[in-house]
Every structure is written in structure tokens, then in C-alpha cells.
């Protein structure tokens, strides 16, 4: 379910699952994190992460581990991976980032997003909450504002407001982001290290409030969340009650 590829410094790292719509399950995410870890001992100099077909990838599959603990713990710690690569990663987004894919594409270092791509939370619409790197990171990149469209309102970025807001670096495809990658790769590589960890050290790693902490996992544990689950393999709308 992962492509691997590479072309002199730059590896080329494709979510290989378009039947799902590139969703995450506990295999894709044990596969990516091999990925990651081949490529660095390889000796790349910048990663591009894609998906095949006209999705980025949906996030993580809902008919699959994604109320499990134990797969949600892989997926924050692939997440974590990611963050701590040493080299420059890519995400080019040629189609829909949503949920966990929308986590991806904040992991990476820049972005490229095809100019009918979108990024999405829809969280709230199913009963689950994401986690408070995946708010601060968010915030970071699109602003408050944004965000809280996009969390609370559950509200899609398209590619040219993505633009203007600074989370996509660049319009373009697949073929874009590896020549971006390709002059990213002559740069001086220990000058590059720095400045990953500055730039990601925006607080989204910042210890979490109790009290935060426990808003979050009350919607994990909540009625709400089985009524989310029910609602979706029954193809009805749900009726939350805040429970």
C-alpha cells in the first residue's frame, strides 16, 4: 500500500490505497513509518509524500482501527516520525487531505497543493475530537481564525485560500513538488536541519492542560461517538446530545 521511489537525493513516497480513498489504516501507517525510516538511511536528501488516484488520503478509515487506542497511538507516533525526520519533507496534496490526512500534510515542512485539492477536520460531524497538536499545528499554519472555521465549522481550505493563507507553499502537482525537491535537495543539508526544528518548535508540542486534556478524551468516551459510529455504518445522519 506504499510506493516507494527515488531519484538521486529526492525520495518520492506514494499512499498506494486509492480504492480507499489513500485512508490510513494500521498496516498503511506501520508501512509509512518503514518508508520514512529507508529513505533517511538511504541517504535522501528531501522526501515528497503524495497519494495516488484524486485523493490525498480521507484520513484514517472509519470502517477500520480508528476507534481503536492502539492505532491511534501508531498514527501520533508516525505523526511524531515524520516531525523528527532530519531532511525536508514535502506533502504534495493532489487531491483531499482530510482528518489524519490533513495531519500528514501539517507534519511536512511545506506543501504543494494541486489547484483542486482541499484540506478538511470534519471531526465534529462523526463525534471524535483531534488532539491539540493537530489544533496548535493548524493554528500555526492557517491562523485562528481559519482554524476554528475548520474545526468548529468544519469548513474546507481550498488550494488558492490554502495560498494566500500560507499553508500551501506553492500551487502544483506531483511533478512540481519533486522539481521543488530536486533544488531543495543541493541546499546546504545541516543549515535545513536547523531550520526544521525552529520552525517546527511552534508549540504544538507544548505539555497539554489537564483540563484540556480531559475535554478531549470525554468525546473519545462519550455516547456521542457511538452514535457517530452507528450513524455512518447505518447511512443516517447522527443526533448528537452531548453525552
Known amino acids: 500500500m506504499i510506493v516507494s521511489s527515488s ?17 490510513l489504516n494500521e498496516e498503511l501507517v ?8 529507508a529513505a533517511v538511511d538511504s541517504g535522501s536528501r528531501v522526501i515528497v509524500l503524495t497519494g495516488q ?6 484520513g484514517a478509515d472509519l470502517s477500520g482501527p480508528v476507534y481503536d487506542k492502539d492505532f491511534l497511538d501508531k498514527l501520533v507516533g508516525l505523526l511524531q516520525q ?9 506533502a504534495a496534496l493532489n487531491g483531499a487531505a482530510l482528518g489524519a490526512g490533513l495531519q500528514l500534510a501539517m ?12 484540506a478538511g477536520i470534519p471531526a465534529a460531524k462523526i463525534g471524535v475530537a483531534v488532539d491539540e497538536w493537530t489544533i496548535r499545528r493548524l493554528v500555526s499554519l492557517v491562523g485562528a481564525g481559519m482554524a476554528r472555521g475548520m474545526l468548529m465549522g468544519c469548513d474546507p481550505l481550498t488550494a488558492d ?52 486534556l480531559a475535554a478531549m478524551m470525554a468525546a473519545w468516551n462519550s455516547e456521542d461517538l457511538q452514535e457517530g459510529r452507528a450513524a455512518r455504518e447505518q447511512k443516517r445522519a ?5 453525552r
Not at 531519484?7 to 485512508?23: M, S, Y
Not at 506531483?174 to 546546504?188: G, S, V, Y
Open 7 to 23: 531519484t538521486g537525493p529526492v525520495t518520492t513516497i506514494e499512499l498506494a490505497r486509492p480504492q480507499k480513498r489513500n485512508a
Open 30 to 37: 506501520e508501512q509509512l513509518s518503514a518508508a520514512f525510516t
Open 53 to 58: 488516484g484524486e485523493v490525498f488520503s480521507a
Open 82 to 90: 515524520i516531525e523528527a525526520t532530519p531532511i525536508p519533507v514535502i
Open 107 to 118: 507534519v511536512a515542512d511545506l506543501r504543494v497543493m494541486d489547484p483542486g485539492a482541499l
Open 161 to 212: 485560500r490554502a495560498y494566500d493563507l500560507g499553508f500551501a507553499n506553492r500551487i502544483g502537482d506531483l511533478t512540481d513538488a519533486q522539481h521543488w525537491a530536486t533544488t531543495i535537495a543541493e541546499f546546504a543539508p545541516l543549515t535545513l536541519a536547523h531550520y526544521k526544528l525552529v520552525l517546527t518548535g511552534d508549540g504544538a508540542r507544548d505539555e497539554v492542560p489537564e483540563e484540556r
Open 238 to 242: 447522527p443526533e448528537f446530545t452531548g
